[in-house]
């Protein structure tokens, strides 16, 4: 990138992360005198309610990267979105012409905010024109599906991680700590339970098959798998499942409720819910010295947790999104695997294929 370009763009995100307010005279001689900042550039593809209300705004948040850009199969939304976040007309492609962003040196990294069955093809797009690529949760429709998404990331020699924000949040972190370091020692049981009362559109791309790959457990069980895994920091060996379905006009092509048990190779077993037609949102331990516990367990703000000897006591309210952001772009910068990279989200799919191997088979399954 020239010189000038870089500068430039340092300049407008200083200016950017100080919202409307104007220089003050010493940060100008400071803009002026200091050299180029090495924020990423980060384009949204896919312009959902994830990345309207979600991402967008936690750039206000970021110190590594910036939205740069914006791919959308909306043209009304180019102006909405240019205007609110001065993304230049450069910076801004549709689905047919995504794959010049090749020539862009403002995006480094393409975040992909798709209904499920799309990650693939514009993670795979993406890496080959080049870019470090995020892919929204659940990473793909299959577990092939995610082993060529990662191939294809390895090829272009870019890194590829997958959007789990909690790995950055730190009730999360402090769950994982307490597992791993089996803090109240071994664990016994976990109980992760994850859902919501579906009031949306019945039409919606999440109700169907082809476009999500499943239902509740795609979309909500993703989180309780991720939470029996990073607390215990072993990946489950066995699995037994069964679904419940209370409206099976609504939920036709996916999976309602979800309960799952899943063996660990030390003997550990983690009970998972997840489910659209109920309203769950727990994590909860027992090893042999004590427990721990989130009861806010997967929100993007108000975690809340506690221990057998009392409660946790962190900010509840991180920017989940922003930090797990910026920690991709410093992966990116200094060239190291993301904690949160492709290979997770396939692990994930891999016991999310079980599950429903189990439901169909009425037995318990390897993973
Ligand atoms: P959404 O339905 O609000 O947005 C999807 C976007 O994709 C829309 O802009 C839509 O126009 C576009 N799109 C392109 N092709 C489409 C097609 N064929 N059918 C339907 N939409 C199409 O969904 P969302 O809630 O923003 O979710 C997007 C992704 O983000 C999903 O993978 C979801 O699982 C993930 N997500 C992650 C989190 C998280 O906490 N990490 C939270 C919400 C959503």
């Known amino acids: 990138m020239p010189h000038h370009a870089s500068r430039r763009r340092f300049i407008r995100n200083l200016s950017l992360g100080l919202g409307a307010t104007a220089l003050s005279p010493a940060l100008s001689a400071f803009v002026r005198s200091s050299p180029p900042g090495r924020k990423l550039g980060i384009a949204l593809v896919g312009l959902g ?18 939205l740069a850009g914006i791919v959308t199969g909306t043209p009304a939304k180019e102006k909405i979105w240019s205007d609110k976040y001065h993304i230049p007309a450069r910076n801004i492609y549709n689905y047919q012409n995504f794959d010049s962003v090749t020539d862009n040196p403002d995006i480094d990294i393409i975040y992909v905010v798709l209904p499920v069955f799309l990650h693939k093809e514009f993670t795979i797009r993406a890496a080959k024109a080049g870019k470090h690529v995020i892919s929204e949760k659940p990473m793909a429709i299959t577990v092939s599906d995610c082993a060529e998404m990662i191939d294809a990331c390895k090829k272009a020699n870019r890194l590829l991680s997958i959007g789990y924000r909690l790995h950055f949040e730190p009730y999360t972190m402090e769950m994982m700590r307490l597992g791993q370091q089996k803090v109240f020692g ?6 992760c339970s994850n ?32 939470g029996a895994r990073y607390v215990t920091g072993e990946e489950p060996l066995y699995v037994t499942a069964r679904e419940e379905k209370t409206k099976p006009e609504l939920f036709k092509e996916v999976d309602e409720t979800v309960f799952y048990q899943l063996e660990f190779p030390h003997g550990i077993l983690a009970n998972g ?3 659209y037609n109920a309203n769950w949102n727990d994590l909860k331990v027992t090893a042999r010295q004590g427990w721990f516990e989130l009861t806010e367990a997967y929100r993007y703000n108000g975690m809340k947790g506690a221990t057998s000897n009392g409660p946790m006591r962190f900010d509840p309210d991180v920017n989940q999104q922003a930090l797990q952001m910026d920690d991709f772009a410093s992966c990116v910068l200094q060239n190291k695997k993301s904690r949160v990279a492709g290979e997770e989200g396939l692990k994930d799919l891999k016991v999310v294929e079980a599950i429903y191997k189990s439901i169909a088979s009425g037995k318990k399954e390897k993973i």
């Open 273 to 275: 819910r997840s489910s």
């Open 195 to 226: 859902g919501f009362v579906w009031g949306g559109d019945p039409n919606a791309w999440r109700l169907k098959k082809a476009l999500a790959g499943g239902g509740g457990l795609m979309d909500m069980g993703v989180y309780t798998i991720q």
């Open 186 to 191: 071994e664990i016994k049981s976990i109980d």
């Open 49 to 66: 309610s994830y990345a309207t209300n979600e991402l967008a705004p936690a750039f206000g948040f970021t110190r590594n990267c910036y």
